[in-house]
Every structure is written in structure tokens, then in C-alpha cells.
């Protein structure tokens, strides 16, 4: 059975920074990264295809979040920059089905715990 362990979340200032991380095997299917605000269905935050050659992102974090893989480790990194309050959310890594990788939550197979995130003065 497939397992994700996310990490990294934690309380930050806005305009602050956090890098989250996803330990999983399956080194060339795609991954995400996904978040659930309190009250808020889940939304796509980022994805990256399984060779990392190709990244997607929600608009609402383009330019501030980074995706990223080392397959060697089997870990998928998400850096947060430039952290706003209405990042607040619980943050899920994702395991897709196939490699190319899309911001749709039925590509995923296999979801980690998820992790906290609140971004607050």
C-alpha cells in the first residue's frame, strides 16, 4: 500500500516562507499538491509531472509557490514564498495514476495525511 508522509507545515508571519515535503514511492507517476481551507472544499495548489519536466499551478499561488521532486529520495518539495493568510489551509500531497500530472483531484490515487499550515501575525 502506497504511503505519503507530508511534513514541514507549522505557523508562519505573512510574507513569510515554509517548505513542505512528501515522502512517497512511485518515482515517475505524477504528484500534487492539494489544500482544504476550514469551511472550503479541497483546491489544486501544484503539480509536477513524474520525470519534473513539467509543473502546473493554481493561479492564486503562481509566482509564489514552488514545485518541485527529487526522485532519487522519492520526495516532492512544495516551497511557499511570500505567504498570505488566505494560505491558511491544510496542506495533502497526492500520488497520480500516470505520469503527465493535472490539477484534477480524480488523477490522484493515494493522499497523505495532510498538513497544517497557518499563515499569521
Known amino acids: 500500500q502506497v504511503q505519503l508522509v507530508e511534513s514541514g507545515g507549522g505557523l508562519v508571519q505573512p510574507g513569510g516562507s515554509l517548505r513542505l515535503s512528501c515522502a512517497a514511492s512511485?518515482?515517475?507517476?505524477?504528484m500534487a499538491w492539494f489544500r482544504q481551507a476550514p469551511g472550503k472544499e479541497r483546491e489544486f495548489v501544484a503539480a509536477?509531472?513524474?520525470?519534473?519536466?513539467?509543473?502546473i499551478y493554481a493561479d492564486s499561488v503562481k509566482g509564489r509557490f514552488t514545485i518541485s521532486r527529487d526522485n532519487a529520495k522519492n520526495t516532492v518539495y512544495l516551497q511557499m514564498g511570500s505567504l498570505k493568510p488566505e494560505d491558511t489551509a491544510v496542506y495533502y500531497c497526492a500520488k497520480g495514476t500516470y505520469a503527465y500530472g493535472s490539477s484534477f483531484q480524480s488523477d490522484y490515487n493515494a493522499w497523505g495525511q495532510g498538513t497544517q499550515v497557518t499563515v499569521s501575525s
Open positions: 512511485g518515482r515517475w507517476l505524477a
Open positions: 509536477i509531472s513524474g520525470n519534473g519536466g513539467r509543473t
